[in-house]
């Protein structure tokens, strides 16, 4: 067990230590021969493929144990101690952290793997590893943190590295605006979090600081801190996982290459707020106020995300616009405490999602990085196994059964109709036939019809090797990862569920068989509804629609971005030049005026002794040396 415990720290440091690696290597090669962009590749894949060999070893590790023992604990050293303070850099391995670093360091890795045939050629392609490495061992060190404070370590890190990557292009100014804009909101979110940690430590903190001591104190919780420190925390959740009002960023972090939004969207940061909130279920489940504002954020979330992705015509933030749908899919899973129904989803979609944005790439790729799906067309037969593989993924987005996302979506939204939230199951089976219609609205588009730029389509060809696997290896779990959680109304036993229940605190409510058929019913007709409008409005080929009225609207995402202009980023720009004006002259230019003061003064009182007579000179040596003499005579007396 202690061997294995070990392992708890190996797995971030591996894809750490290949950041370290290849950054040094880049940053001293760079001006010089740069190494082969094949050798940054291995170095860069290394660390991912062995944390995953690792979470392998961990998982069955754990899946030997008796149920209520499955916790590992490997403390490297204590990182702080101030009094009775004291917070141990520690790594907790549970159920929940187990399935989390088997999807994330498993696809990270296909998602690297990849990024070898993407990025070829980039001038600056050791860097590129050098972050993505540091992007995969940040998350896991989030995952795997012990408490709150480790957990925020890799909270910090991940949001660091979408900046750096999100602005990767930084030669263009738009790209270096989006970085910033997801760095910013990030912060405004994690100002929240760590609001609702030092609440939460204030409270209860003097029995620990790790879950498993802060779980065991909950209960000392009046209700107006308990939920204060819930919704905290659901505010740095928000900024992480992009859900109203802090979603704005996660659309422009398109702006980086697509590899990192398959890594932000699938693996990564995205997915840090949901399971966040399910690693403190035992606070939210105390406080079912808390949660119910978590499920309908999420839920409304979903449905906004929803209708600016019906009208979105570049290829990846079509799937951005998803992205943060889903999340609000999740959101509303643990908001109702379903919380393993919620971290299934988060599961099932790091394999879709990451399929449909390599996809993407792959089809960017083709056509010389044109994102505009109006542009396509006609790909199906040019690109066959970059169509089916997306479909698969598509299918799986959409819900269509018998493929993972109808599992674990439809999980989530029969839990909502169990515990009696009737509206945010309708909202969800609404936002289930949006989904449908406007993820094949993008495939009828990109793949069928005719080819809207001849000389693009004529060059097009599916990608090489290195970037189609992880296409196929992805395709494969989209389809097949949903029968590991099936219901009983399927045969199956929810294994899922039961692998995460010894680190959830959930009830799962009986209900007949009448609501199970239909919360199934209602998702099969949400899919049918769907992709059938989908179809006669885009099967058969279509021109670009000119928009109106609400169209129009929902085409510029409401204004949302152009309001939060207006209310905030303006006046805090006029208020801080204001305050600059105010206070340079008389703070921050005063040190500077002073020291100047100071040096002339200093320089004119010497300029009086500085006569040019050889002289003059010799007189202050003789001067200098009488008194020295006169120092020491007395000194010796």
């Known amino acids: 067990m202690e061997n294995t415990a070990t392992y708890l720290g190996l797995i971030p440091l591996l894809p750490l230590a290949g950041a370290l690696v290849t950054g040094l290597l880049h940053m001293l090669t760079c001006r010089r021969k740069p190494l082969p962009e094949l050798f940054y590749g291995v170095v860069g894949c290394i660390g991912p493929l062995l944390a995953f060999f690792f979470a392998l070893v961990l998982f069955f590790h754990l899946k030997g144990m008796p149920a209520e023992e499955r916790f590992l604990s490997h403390i490297p050293y204590t990182w702080f101690a101030v009094g009775d303070l004291r917070v141990d850099m520690g790594f907790l391995a549970d159920p929940l952290s187990s399935l989390m670093l088997l999807f994330v360091t498993f696809i990270g890795s296909l998602i690297h793997i990849y990024s070898i045939g993407y990025m070829a050629g980039d001038e600056n392609f050791g860097k590129f590893f050098s972050y993505l490495n540091l992007f995969l061992g940040s998350m896991l060190i989030l995952v795997l943190g012990n408490g709150p404070v480790v957990m925020f370590v890799g909270w910090e890190g991940v949001g660091l590295c979408s900046y750096l990557l999100i602005s990767f292009y930084s030669k263009e ?35 620990g600081f790790d879950y498993l001591a802060l779980q065991a104190n909950a209960g000392s919780l009046t209700p107006g801190v308990g939920i204060a420190v819930c919704l905290l925390l659901f505010l740095g959740a928000c900024g992480k996982s992009a859900q109203i009002p802090l979603y704005v960023w996660l659309p422009d972090a398109m702006a980086g290459p697509t590899p990192v939004s398959a890594l932000i969207h699938a693996a990564t940061m995205v997915t840090a707020g949901v399971y966040m909130v399910a ?74 999602k990451a399929l449909l944005f390599l996809g993407a790439g792959a089809v960017i790729y083709a056509l010389h990085h044109q994102q505009d799906i109006w542009k396509m067309g006609g790909l199906k037969e040019k690109m066959p196994k970059t169509y089916w593989t997306m479909l698969i993924g598509a299918l799986a987005l959409a819900g269509c059964p018998p ?50 730029d001849q000389h693009a389509w004529e060059q097009a060809k599916d990608a090489p090797a290195v970037m189609t696997w992880p296409l196929l290896i992805l395709a494969f779990g989209a389809f097949f990862v949903g029968f590991l959680n099936l219901p009983g109304l399927f045969g199956g036993g929810l294994r899922v569920s039961h692998w995460l229940a010894p680190s959830l605190v959930e009830s799962h409510p009986h209900v007949g068989l009448g609501v199970e058929l239909l919360a199934v019913f209602a998702g099969v007709a949400a899919f049918v509804v769907g992709i059938t409008l989908a179809y006669r409005k885009f099967g058969k080929g279509a021109t670009e629609p000119e928009y109106r009225g609400f169209a129009r609207f929902a085409y510029h995402k409401f204004y949302v971005d152009e309001l939060y202009n207006a209310l905030f980023v303006q006046p805090y720009k006029a208020f801080g030049g204001v305050i600059s004006r105010i206070l340079e002259p008389k703070v921050t230019d005063l040190p500077v005026r002073l020291s100047t003061w100071l040096y002339r003064w200093a320089g004119n009182a010497f300029k009086v002794l500085q006569v040019g007579y050889v002289r003059v000179y010799a007189l202050y040596m003789v001067i200098g040396l009488s008194l020295m003499s006169l120092i020491l005579s007395q000194s010796i007396n």
Do not use: C
């Not at 790209?175 to 100002?191: E, Q, S, T, Y």
């Not at 808390?290 to 933030?317: C, N």
């Not at 945010?424 to 089976?429: K, M, R, S």
């Open 173 to 207: 100014r738009e790209n270096v605006l989006a970085g910033n804009k997801a760095f910013i909101v990030n912060r405004i979110g994690d100002f929240g979090f760590v609001l609702g940690v030092s609440l939460l430590f204030w409270a209860i903190g003097a029995g």
């Open 279 to 352: 690693r403190f279920s035992f606070l939210y489940v105390q406080f079912p106020v808390a949660g119910s504002v978590v499920a309908w954020v999420g839920i409304l979330t979903a449905l906004l995300a929803a209708i600016f992705g019906l009208f979105q015509r570049d290829i990846k933030k079509i799937l951005a616009y998803s992205t943060v749908s889903q999340l609000g899919y999740m959101f509303a899973g643990v908001g109702v405490a379903a919380y393993s129904a919620g971290i299934f989803h988060v599961f099932t979609h790091a394999f879709f």
């Open 403 to 452: 493929l993972s996302g109808f599992f674990s979506k439809d999980e989530i939204l029969f839990s909502a109709l169990a515990h009696g939230h009737i509206g945010i199951w309708l909202v969800g089976v609404v936002v289930a036939a949006l989904t449908a219609y406007y993820t094949f609205r993008m495939i009828f588009v990109v793949f069928h019809g005719q080819p809207r």
